[in-house]
């Protein structure tokens, strides 16, 4: 009996599907089998889907930048028209089904929360990356910049060296310095533990995601993967909660305001992100200690990632180009005086700005986000129905025609121009696209540019980045390691 009622609601949800309205639906991917749709081919080239993507991409630009998969019942669209996904990322805020793989660890951070906590917590926090906060940070990424440029300086003139591992740990110190607030003596956990956590953490999810069998919870429940998830989970909550309580005790109820962050610009003082927050919790109510440390690790977690990839891929890039790389050393001579970067002259920095720009461009850490459709979408050409999801192809924007005919082609100079860029501002998306794009841009790019001075300003770079395979995890990650070689400049 059991087994007619299953048959029996198959048959129903097949057949409503297949009776929908199927007037201005996007062009299918070849290769759907009845019923079940790519699920095959997906499953066939789960190993390399980044190569099963770009062939999708491929015959998607000769579609009108727009098709769709099966999956199932399901359709996934995909877009990497600029005026299609302007309209999508401004109207479609619900992440999609796999955002929600993470909601034990980090349910109400800005990427993975529902689209009301999104709204309510993005308002509330754009405070913490105005200009006024930023600049506070930048003696401690310089200290942190000169801590990279040491440790890179003992494998200089030895031959090519992975650039990842320093990178990394670059990134992921002035991170927790600047979100946390811990002095230098304490950062010895977070190097360790709470980094190493974070890195297995990851990796969960992107395990889970490429098993679609773990897919349903109650499956992912039985798994010894959620029971290693919620192991870490536990670490990192014991490394996190006594750092957000000691700092509570130390601030002594002296919280950050919008009117005095402009005044804390002593070297080697700044308002950290867990002031601000614990500001809200204590004396607005607004966050749980729960809440803050979701949104500290969603920060950390975001963050680390992609401003590692993309300073990893520059540095190739000028490897690459040593005609780019020699000019933007020009620059940080012209500009980089003291031993230090001060904020003034980081917006000096155009030309590193331009390159940094045009290397994200290329090679976005995120190649696409995925939105959930909740009500239909209505484009000039075709519909996206209610009910599945929508994949815009951050890497394919980048790349789109209306960047002209070098589109592929990797020029900072385009970026000098504004005459000839993109008339649609979406067809840029290295920080994601709409309102729900990254908020710590500023920060990342603050970061970048600070780092990359200090490192052209010590080695000549040489390196190629054409010599690099990818692979998709949450970023796009190369297969290959990441070889510099570095030569001291007299």
Not at 18 to 27: A, D, E, M, Q
Not at 52 to 60: A, E, P, Q
Not at 139 to 145: G, I, K, T
Not at 409 to 415: G, K, L, S, Y
Request: charged share 25%.
């Amino acid at each position: 009996m059991g087994v007619l009622v299953l048959a029996l609601v198959f048959c129903i949800v097949f057949l409503t599907w297949c009776w929908r309205p199927r007037s201005r639906s996007p062009p299918k991917y070849p290769g759907a089998l009845p019923v079940i749709g790519h699920v095959p081919k997906i499953l066939k080239n789960l190993n390399d889907l980044w190569t099963y993507f770009r062939k999708i991409c491929d015959y998607m630009v000769e579609h009108d930048g727009l098709i769709s998969l099966q999956v199932g019942p399901h359709s996934i669209y995909v877009v990497s028209d600029p005026d299609d996904a302007s309209v999508i990322a401004n109207t479609c805020l619900e992440k999609s089904y796999h955002y929600k793989f993470s909601n034990n660890f980090v349910k109400n951070g800005l990427v993975t929360s529902d689209s009301a906590t999104w709204k309510v917590h993005r308002k509330i926090l754009n405070p913490a990356f105005s200009p006024l906060v930023l600049n506070t940070y930048v003696d401690e990424m310089n200290v942190q910049a000169q801590h990279l440029v040491s440790k890179l300086t003992l494998y200089a003139e030895k031959g090519p060296i992975d650039v990842k591992g320093f990178i990394t740990e670059f990134v992921l110190r002035l991170i927790c310095r600047t979100s946390l607030g811990l002095k230098p003596e304490d950062q010895e956990m977070i190097d360790t533990d709470y980094a190493k956590a974070i890195d297995e953490i990851s990796r969960v999810y992107n395990e889970r995601g490429f098993n679609v069998w773990l897919y349903p919870s109650f499956m992912y429940d039985l798994s010894a993967l959620k029971r290693k998830e919620q192991e870490l989970i536990t670490r990192i909550e014991n490394i996190i909660n006594p750092v957000i309580q000691k700092r509570r005790s130390d601030l002594k109820g002296k919280y950050i305001t919008n009117d005095d962050a402009s005044t804390d610009s002593v070297k080697g003082k700044f308002k950290p992100l867990l002031d601000l927050l614990l500001h809200l919790a204590d004396e607005e109510q607004i966050f749980s200690d729960t809440e803050i440390r979701e949104h500290l690790d969603t920060f950390v977690l975001a963050a680390n990632d992609t401003t590692s990839a993309v300073l990893r891929n520059t540095l190739l890039m000028l490897g690459t180009y040593p005609d780019v790389q020699e000019r933007l050393y020009k620059e940080v001579k012209e500009v980089f005086h003291n031993e230090d970067l001060g904020k003034h002259d980081l917006t000096k920095l155009v030309y590193s700005e331009a390159v940094i720009k045009e290397v994200l461009r290329l090679h976005p850490p995120v190649p696409f986000v995925a939105r959930d459709l909740q009500s239909d979408v209505v484009l000039p050409k075709y519909t996206l129905r209610a009910g599945n999801t929508c994949a815009l192809s951050l890497y394919d924007l980048n790349r789109h025609s209306s960047w002209g005919p070098d589109a592929k082609e990797f020029n900072p100079d385009r970026w000098l121009n504004p005459d000839t860029l993109p008339q649609n501002p979406y067809a840029f998306a290295g920080f994601s696209i709409g309102k729900r794009n990254c908020i710590g841009k500023k920060y990342a790019m603050m970061t970048l540019k600070t780092s990359l001075a200090h490192i052209v300003r010590k080695f000549h770079i040489s390196g190629d980045i054409t010599d690099l395979k990818w692979k998709i995890e949450v970023v796009l990650k190369p297969i290959t390691p990441a070889l510099v070689t570095l030569t001291l400049r007299s």
